[in-house]
């Protein structure tokens, strides 16, 4: 089973969501969003410069930068 960053999953591609490596502030900001085990998310849309990412989580579509997508690993579906 390959595991990679959230900031590496290609535009399109769903993955389920293993653990995350942040801490403190940011992983409790990463979990209120739904960033939880087990979550399917989706790389929907980089930015024109390619930072921030847009995600699709549990309904809801979602930016992240690409260092607190890269705190998020993933496996890809």
């Given at each position: 089973m390959k595991v990679l960053p959230l900031s590496e999953l290609p535009i399109g591609q769903w993955g389920r969501v293993v653990s995350l490596k942040a801490r403190g502030m940011t992983r409790c900001r990463l979990l209120d969003l739904g960033l939880v085990p087990d979550t399917p998310v989706q790389a929907v849309r980089r930015s024109p410069l390619g930072d921030p990412i847009?995600?699709?989580?549990?309904?809801?579509?979602?930016?992240?930068?690409?260092?607190?997508?890269?705190?998020?690993?993933?496996?890809?579906?």
């Open positions: 847009a995600y699709r989580i549990r309904g809801a579509l979602i930016a992240l930068r690409r260092e607190e997508a890269g705190q998020v690993l993933v496996t890809p579906l």
